[in-house]
């Protein structure tokens, strides 16, 4: 049986998947979960899921979801990190916590993945306290898929270091790599590293030193060179690499153009009369032109980076938000993702920078 997401096509040959969802995490908490999971095996996927959240308030509604019940373990979780709670303070107070035990059932081996819509620094800094990071890896990174005109495109990091050196970026490269030969197919994907300029002396230091390393580096992809914001819209390259902080302003940046451009779309067609007879013989246009930009779509952000896959959702996500997390979930544990990064990383050169340092000064007193 076969599924269909946003972010590939794939056949389940295996029941054996076990999910961790963060059931209270989110603005509608359990209210997308359940239902977004009965639309996930609507879509083909098969797994079981372990449910962690306050009983008293899943039993009721699991029990309007049978076929989410038939495949789902209800795991208590008395507390829930809240949307403000500071990283510290959930690292201190959430071990009881629906975020925290949902995490340590990936690290236990009682699941392959986690999915939360809950507070992203206080998963973030959750995941990375328990599952720790790969060997070779840093800092983990938040990565997801951009529309671009020809299709989608990996860009990472999304926020999760607001800033990053040469180690850092190369890094990111190899892990955005993997997950774009999974997520969109190709075998060797284009890497471009996002600065002001394509030209090689453009940008900081740190991001020429990653652009040296990254020529020289044999990897799942294939270093391009520098992009430029309007690259990302363009689709010229398949994986766009930054710092947290760029990365999150882009992200966030799309975002706004998207609902701009809506509101833009919706005034013109509800100006005149005409314009509304207009937006009815477009309507199937409009539809296709809607289903390429919605932003549920794309729900679903990856921590990489760590020894273990944690999906983060939308805060907000409703149902077909959720549903979209879960089949990345779904499609990572498939295709063994994390064995594939820590195999790659091997070859990664380490502490780029501090070298380049150690260069730099030596050329300073020559």
């Known amino acids: 049986m076969t599924f269909v997401s946003h972010f590939s096509i794939s056949v389940f040959v295996t029941s054996q998947i ?27 996927l ?3 899921f372990l449910l ?6 899943l039993e009721p509604i699991l029990a309007q979801y049978p076929a989410v019940a038939k495949v789902s373990e209800i795991c208590p979780a ?16 959430g071990a009881g916590s629906s975020m925290r035990k949902a995490i340590d059932a990936v690290k236990e081996g009682r699941a392959q993945a986690v999915i939360s819509a809950g507070n992203t620094g206080a998963l973030m800094a959750t995941a990375k306290m328990v599952l720790k990071t790969l060997p070779n ?3 983990p990174a938040i990565a997801s898929l951009m529309p671009n005109i020809k299709g989608r495109s990996v860009v990472l990091d999304l926020g999760a270091n607001l800033t ?23 075998d060797r994907p284009t890497v471009g590293l996002l600065n002001v300029g394509s030209e090689e002396q453009k940008g900081h230091e740190y991001i020429r030193e ?18 430029e914001g309007d690259d990302i819209g363009k689709g010229t390259v398949d994986v766009i690499v930054t710092d947290g902080f760029n990365g999150n302003v882009a992200l966030k940046t799309a975002e706004g153009v998207g609902k701009m451009a809506g509101a833009f779309i919706r005034e013109a067609f509800t100006s005149t009369l005409w314009a509304k007879i207009g937006y009815l013989l477009a309507n199937r246009a409009m539809k296709r032109l809607k289903d390429k930009i919605d932003p549920r779509l794309y729900n679903g952000g990856l921590f990489l980076g760590l020894n273990g896959l944690c999906i983060k959702s939308h805060g907000g996500a409703d149902a077909f938000s959720f549903s979209r997390a879960i089949l990345v979930a779904g499609e990572m544990v ?13 070859n990664v050169p380490h502490h780029v920078t501090e070298e380049a340092a150690v260069v730099a000064a030596a050329e300073k007193v020559a």
């Not at 076990?18 to 639309?39: E, F, K, Q, Y």
């Not at 498939?334 to 091997?346: C, G, H, N, Q």
């Open 18 to 44: 076990t999910l961790s969802c963060d059931a209270m995490g989110g603005d509608n908490g359990p209210l997308a979960v359940i239902p977004g999971i009965d639309l996930a095996l609507k879509d083909g």
């Open 46 to 48: 098969k797994a079981h």
């Open 52 to 57: 962690f959240g306050k009983p008293e308030v």
């Open 78 to 93: 008395e507390t829930v990190i809240s949307p403000d709670e500071k990283p510290s303070q959930a690292l201190r107070k």
């Open 137 to 139: 890896v840093d800092r």
């Open 164 to 186: 990053t050196d040469a180690d850092g970026l190369v890094q990111m490269a190899v892990l955005g790599a993997i997950l774009a030969q999974i997520n969109l197919r190709v």
């Open 210 to 227: 990653a652009a040296s390393v990254l020529s020289d580096l044999k990897f799942a992809g294939r270093y391009y060179g520098f992009v």
């Open 334 to 346: 498939r295709e063994d993702y994390i064995a594939r990064v820590a195999k790659a990383l091997e």
